[in-house]
């Protein structure tokens, strides 16, 4: 899998992610866990969706001639 996740992409997954597993906590309920999908991709780099897409928010480094 190449990665396809940018740096700031991955911060606001992060974010997102945290709060609604803190949220889920608070309020004792399984949707919690729903917070484990946005933190997962932020771990591996790599989003499915954004595959299918073809949305790429990850700087390359481009070859110099």
Do not use: F, H
């Not at 606001?12 to 917070?35: E, K, P, T």
Request: aromatic fraction near 8%; charge should be positive.
């Amino acid at each position: 899998m190449k990665a396809n996740i940018g740096k700031t992409d991955r911060i606001i997954r992060l974010i997102i992610g945290l709060a609604i597993l803190l949220v889920g906590l608070a309020y004792g309920s399984w949707w919690g866990l729903l917070g484990l999908i946005p933190i997962g991709t932020t771990l591996t780099g790599y989003c499915g969706l954004y595959s299918i897409l073809g949305v790429n928010t990850c700087k390359t480094r481009q070859e110099t001639s």
